[in-house]
Each structure stands twice: as structure tokens, then as C-alpha cells.
């Protein structure tokens, strides 16, 4: 999961990031994962969990305002078809601290981690329903897309979910891709040359916050994951997204052009 980037901006030069390793640490983390999505303490990834993940060949990075951690990413070793890889299954900002370029911070820190580990591929799990989440992994970091899980967590407690199914896309992020060094030099991915577009309206937040609305917001998502799933079907990706004036976000559909198979 990863929390969207909005909020009021605040300058990050007194912040540290670091790694984490005791156990005083990961209940900091577990406090601000609560504090971020609301969820209940049944579905919080608990202490024990940062303790393991650490010591297996993952990694906690928080990022520290002094002795107060405000930001931190929680990610685990995989392997997937004899390729190994991270999934990154938390990054948390609080909220004073977004919008400020935080995430993109942590995710270029632990792009480096990854990399010193000889790991070249760093996936993720993101609401194809969350606009700006989905700006931000597209075109600021410079993953891709092309799988659909349906209902991936069940029905979460979080306030942010409106009791949707937890419908995700599965961020592919490539760490030494063309795509990637674009993102990192120009500060965007190359353009797309787009075989379609896949919508999701401004208005799908009010949408799922409010409960006599929320049927519209399950209409928008279960239009678009047979839209999305077809695609992938067909052998294309998500390789960018659009944001217009009003707020709508755009989905842009391609096939990938670098020879990566899972």
C-alpha cells in the first residue's frame, strides 16, 4: 500500500531517513500506520511482522523529524518465476509532511537499498481508484502496471477504502529500465504511445465517502476493472497517467517496450 501524496507542504531539509532495526522503532511505525489509514488493530501489520521482515532481507526506513518518526516504508523479500525482487507493502506519510516530495524521497532511498542488495525490481500494490496515488507511481516514479487483483485485502475497516472492494494494481517499478533512468534525469518517464485510455472521475472521493453515493464509485470501479483486465489480457500495460484541470485521472494504456517478463 501507499499512501497518497497530498496535504500542506513542509520543508524536508530537518528530516532524516534511515534504516530501522529495534523494536522501539517498528512501534513507531505501527503507531503512524494507524494514525495514516485508520485501520483496526486486527488489520495493522504488527511489531513481530517489522521484526521478521527486517531480518530476512527486507527493510523499514522511517524518516525522522529528531526523535519523532513521520514517513516510513516497510518492504519484504520475494521471488517470483526464479527472479528475486522487494515488495514494498507500506509506505505511510503523516499528513503535515505530505506533498512536500517526502514520498519520492523514500522510494529513491529505497531504490538504493534495493540495488546494493543486487535487487533490480521493486513491486508494490496501489487503489486503481486513488487519482493522485496513481499520478505518483506512474509518472514520478516511473512504474508500470499489467496485473489486476480483485479484492486483494477483503473489506478493510480504513475509512480511505468507502468499503469498496480492496481492488489493486500491482506497481512494477524496474529499478535500472530506460523508463526509470528517464524518470531519474528528466524528472518524467518518456512519452507513451497510447493504444488506450482507461478514466476515473475527480469526484470518485466524495463518491466513496459518502454512503448514499458510494453505489456510483462501485459502478466507476467495476467498469474499469474489466477494462483494465482486458487489456492486460490482450498483452498491454499501464505506462502513464494523465491528470486534466478539473482532477480526472487517466489511465494510459501501451505495450512495454523493454523485454522484462516475470
Same mark, same amino acid.
Given at each position: 500500500?501507499?499512501?497518497?501524496?497530498?496535504? $500542506?507542504?513542509? &520543508?524536508?531539509?530537518?528530516?532524516?531517513?534511515?534504516?530501522?532495526?529495534?523494536?522501539?522503532?517498528?512501534?513507531?511505525?505501527?503507531?503512524?500506520?494507524?494514525?495514516? #489509514?485508520?485501520?483496526?488493530?486486527?488489520?495493522?501489520? @504488527?511489531?513481530?511482522?517489522?521484526?521478521?521482515?527486517?531480518?530476512?532481507?527486507?527493510?523499514?526506513? *522511517?524518516?525522522?523529524?529528531?526523535?519523532?518518526?513521520?514517513?516510513?516504508?516497510?518492504?519484504?523479500?520475494?521471488?517470483? /518465476?526464479?527472479?528475486?525482487?522487494?515488495?514494498?507493502?507500506?509506505?505511510?506519510?503523516?499528513?503535515?509532511?505530505?506533498?512536500?516530495?517526502?514520498?519520492?524521497?523514500?522510494?529513491?532511498?529505497?531504490?538504493?537499498?534495493? !540495488?546494493?542488495?543486487?535487487? +533490480?525490481?521493486?513491486? #508494490?500494490?496501489?487503489?486503481? !481508484? %486513488?487519482?493522485?496515488?496513481?499520478?505518483?507511481?506512474? +509518472?514520478? !516514479?516511473?512504474?508500470? &502496471?499489467?496485473?489486476?487483483?480483485?479484492?486483494?485485502?477483503?473489506?478493510?475497516?480504513?475509512?480511505?477504502?468507502?468499503?469498496?472492494?480492496?481492488?489493486?494494481?500491482?506497481?512494477? =517499478? =524496474?529499478?535500472?529500465?530506460?523508463?526509470?533512468?528517464?524518470?531519474?534525469?528528466?524528472?518524467?518517464? @518518456?512519452?507513451?504511445?497510447?493504444?488506450?485510455?482507461?478514466?476515473? @472521475?475527480? +469526484?470518485?472521493?466524495?463518491?466513496?465517502?459518502?454512503?448514499?453515493?458510494?453505489?456510483?464509485?462501485? %459502478?466507476?470501479?467495476?467498469?474499469?476493472?474489466?477494462?483494465?483486465? &482486458?487489456?492486460?489480457? *490482450? *498483452?498491454?500495460?499501464? $505506462?502513464?497517467?494523465?491528470?486534466?484541470?478539473? *482532477? /480526472?485521472?487517466?489511465?494510459?494504456?501501451?505495450? =512495454?517496450?523493454?523485454?522484462?517478463? !516475470?
Amino acid at each position: 500500500m501507499f499512501t497518497p501524496e497530498d496535504g $500542506l507542504p513542509v &520543508a524536508l531539509d530537518s528530516l532524516t531517513l534511515r534504516t530501522c532495526h529495534t523494536v522501539g522503532e517498528f512501534r513507531q511505525a505501527l503507531a503512524l500506520q494507524k494514525e495514516v #489509514w485508520g485501520f483496526a488493530d486486527a488489520e495493522l501489520v @504488527p511489531v513481530r511482522l517489522f521484526v521478521v521482515g527486517e531480518k530476512v532481507g527486507g527493510h523499514v526506513i *522511517g524518516a525522522y523529524e529528531g526523535s519523532e518518526m513521520v514517513a516510513f516504508a516497510y518492504a519484504i523479500p520475494g521471488l517470483r /518465476n526464479g527472479r528475486s525482487y522487494l515488495h514494498s507493502h507500506m509506505l505511510a506519510v503523516r499528513e503535515q509532511y505530505r506533498n512536500a516530495g517526502l514520498g519520492r524521497r523514500i522510494k529513491l532511498f529505497q531504490r538504493e537499498l534495493a !540495488l546494493e542488495q543486487g535487487v +533490480e525490481l521493486i513491486e #508494490w500494490t496501489f487503489d486503481p !481508484l %486513488e487519482i493522485k496515488n496513481s499520478f505518483f507511481n506512474l +509518472e514520478r !516514479l516511473g512504474a508500470i &502496471a499489467r496485473r489486476y487483483v480483485v479484492n486483494q485485502y477483503g473489506i478493510t475497516s480504513s475509512p480511505l477504502q468507502g468499503g469498496l472492494p480492496t481492488d489493486r494494481l500491482v506497481a512494477e =517499478w =524496474w529499478l535500472r529500465s530506460r523508463r526509470v533512468e528517464a524518470v531519474l534525469k528528466t524528472g518524467q518517464p @518518456p512519452p507513451a504511445v497510447a493504444d488506450a485510455r482507461v478514466e476515473v @472521475p475527480a +469526484e470518485i472521493y466524495q463518491w466513496k465517502a459518502a454512503p448514499e453515493q458510494r453505489a456510483r464509485a462501485a %459502478e466507476v470501479q467495476g467498469r474499469n476493472r474489466d477494462l483494465l483486465q &482486458a487489456h492486460f489480457s *490482450g *498483452g498491454r500495460c499501464v $505506462l502513464g497517467y494523465e491528470r486534466d484541470a478539473k *482532477g /480526472n485521472g487517466t489511465f494510459v494504456i501501451g505495450r =512495454w517496450d523493454e523485454d522484462l517478463q !516475470l
